[in-house]
Each structure stands twice: as structure tokens, then as C-alpha cells.
């Protein structure tokens, strides 16, 4: 009926209105209408390539996974990530960021975080206490090419080793240039399962322990500059129960007779990835052949060579040489003793002549009394008188009083 109809569109058109206005409360924080791309349905954000300089204030609080990559954070100051917003933040992705700091607590507050990736960050300062004084439930972290400057190195060296990532299972450090490991940076990862330390430049690893990675399952030692693996290396490789895989593809081999060990190793092993293709990149003689090929008649190696004990018989022998020499020398100065002791005591009468010879000068410089035409002659020198007394002791009569008056 026309009088009943009107009543009911005017309550269509307010629940409309009502409708409208909840949808509008429920529109995602002004971050997802600028700089950022956020799905609420797979509770992801991404904030990729908007030249931020700070992280964006008022992120959805339903996020689990966020990406802010590509951007220009410099730093990342204390409390950057609040946790009263973002309780369930799991995955962080920060690489490509340009950013050269984190700062104490700038992580501390997410206790949800799981996995963070700060790759392609030219970081020059990381603090210890990034990721709090506590323990963080870290299980997953990502640092290719963030590691170009030593103290970042051994901040993170510092990090891992107080205990603070027990929790930790997978660590790539990749594509920093490393030469050397900090020692023991490993000691306090008992859940690490995976560790990628390839494209380095790591020439040894005598100073790292894996003691202690009884999870341990793959190690990426590709693209470095190993040349060869030690007994007490491959000792702690054998003692490693979970591991399975080994990656030593791109480095450069050195062929002599100190590889054996690695060679023995690899025929038994069935750790290492790709074997097949390891192959000697020096001497030149040997370039290019495969490392499951050699065998010691191609090493020459017929006589065990053992460097350090060479190097300790070199320093005895030269011990030895200079102690002869010592005491011969020692012996010299015995049997010389009287010629040494006679032109000591001649170096010191020359001295005494010299010394009283200026004294006489400066006494007559010194008293304007005396000029030119009455300055008395020199006094004879100590040599002198000396020499006059052993004449009178050994002239006797008159000839001799008379040469001598």
C-alpha cells in the first residue's frame, strides 16, 4: 500500500546509512591508503620501494607478515616496531633499505617475531642489544652483504654469543667478503640447523667451532677462498650427527700434500654436495684436476710434510746457532781480557787529556786578566806527567838528574 510504503524505504535508506558508516570505521589505517599495500586477508603488508625514511606509525594491527623493502630508513631507533601494535608481526623484511644503524631495543618490542631479514643494508653500527636484553624467539635471520664493516661483524658475533638467539635454526651470512670468523661465534646456537657462509672469502677455518651444532643439518662454504680443510675441521665434520649436507663448490683448492686428509675425507663421505666436481686450482701443474682423483703418488707425497713441526725444528736449530755464538763471543772477551782492559784504561787517559786541555781553555777565556801577550802556556798533560815519572823511577845518577832537571 502507497501509505505503508513510504515508512519502509525511509528504514532501508537509514540502515543504509548505518551500513556505510560502519564500513567506513572498518577502513584499513591511513599506512594501507599511502605508502603501503596491505592484504588483510593473508595478513601481509608491503611497503616496497615508497622512499620511507621512517617506519610507517599506524600499520594494521592484524599483520603477521611485513615487507619494507626498498625504501631509505637510515636508522632504527628504539621502539621503531611497538608491540602494543603489532603483537603478531612473525615475518620482518627490511633488506634494500639503505639502513645504516639499529639501535638498542629498536626489535625488542615484537614477541612474536620469528624471521627477520635485514640483506643489502650497508649497516656500519648494530647494537647488541637490538633484539633486548633478554632472549628473542628469533628461529630465522638474514644478513647477506649487511656485514662489509668489522664492528658489525663482531657486534653480531657478540649477539649470538650471549645466548640471546638460542632459538635460532637458520642464519645466512653470504656475500659479505668475510676472511675470518670471530671464534666461538657459533658456541651458543644449539638449534641452528642451517648455515649459509658462502661467497666469502674465507681462507681457513681453524679459529671456528662447530662444536655444540648438534642440529646442524646443511653448511654452504661455496664461492670462498678455502684452500684447504684440516684434521681438527674434518674431525669436528665427522662428529656432527644431523649433518647431511656440505657445500665446497667454488674454491680454490691447493694441491699438495697437505689436502690428503680432505681427499681421504671425501672418498668416504657421502656429506658433500657435488664432490665430483671439486677440482685443484694450484699448482699449475695440477689445475683443473678433480680432487677424487688424486692419490699421493700425484702429491708426492712419500715423506709426510708436517709445517708447524718444521717450522719448531727451524727455531731450535736457530736457537742453537745463536747461543754458539754467544758464547763464543764470551770466550773472546775472556782471552782478551788484559788488551781490553789496557785500552780501556788508554781511552779514559785520552779522555782525561781532552777534558782537562778544555777546562784550561775555558779557566783563561773566562778571567779578562789575561790577554794575549801574558796568558801562561798550557800545563803539561796528564799523559805527560805520567810519562816524566817513570823516567826519574828508572834514571839513576847524575846524567839522568841533568836530561831531566
Known sequence: MPGRG???????????????GCGWAQQPP??????????????????????????????PPYVRTLFITGNRLARLPAG??????????????????????????ALASLPALRQLDLSGNPLVSLSPLAL??????????????????????????AILQSGALRNLSRLELADNGLLLLPAGMFAA???????????NSLVGLRNVSFQ???????????????????????????????????????????CD?????????LKESDQVEGKEALTCAYPEKMLGKALLKLDSSDLDCSVPVDLPSQLQTSYVFLGIVLALIGAIFLLV?????????????????????????YHYRYEINADPSFTWHNRLPAPPSWSALKATAKHRDRCEGPPCWKGTS
Open 30 to 59: 591511513d599506512a594501507c591508503q599511502t605508502f603501503c599495500r596491505c592484504l588483510e586477508a593473508a595478513k601481509t603488508v608491503k611497503c616496497v620501494d615508497g622512499n620511507l625514511t621512517a617506519v610507517p606509525p599506524d600499520l
Open 189 to 199: 646456537l644449539p638449534a641452528l640447523r642451517h648455515l649459509d657462509l658462502s661467497n
Open 257 to 265: 700434500c697437505a689436502i690428503e686428509d680432505l681427499v681421504a675425507w
Open 333 to 357: 772477551l775472556y782471552l782478551n781480557r788484559k788488551g781490553i782492559k789496557k785500552w780501556m784504561h788508554n781511552i779514559r787517559d785520552a779522555c782525561r787529556d781532552h777534558m782537562e786541555g
Open 80 to 105: 621503531a616496531f611497538p608491540a602494543q601494535r603489532l603483537p603478531h608481526l612473525s615475518a620482518l623484511n627490511l633488506s634494500g633499505n639503505h639502513l645504516q644503524a639499529v639501535e638498542a631495543g
Open 6 to 20: 513510504a515508512p519502509c524505504l525511509g528504514l532501508l535508506l537509514l540502515l543504509r546509512l548505518l551500513l556505510l
Open 132 to 157: 633486548g636484553e633478554g632472549g628473542s624467539p628469533l628461529e630465522e635471520l638474514a644478513l647477506r652483504g649487511a656485514l662489509r664493516d668489522q664492528g658489525v661483524l663482531l657486534s653480531l658475533a
Open 212 to 254: 655444540g651444532l648438534g642440529q646442524l643439518q646443511s653448511l654452504d662454504l661455496s664461492g670462498n677462498s678455502l684452500g684447504v680443510l684440516r684434521n681438527g675441521t674434518l674431525a669436528q665434520f665427522r662428529s656432527l650427527p644431523a649433518l647431511r649436507r656440505v657445500g665446497l663448490g667454488r674454491n680454490t683448492w691447493v
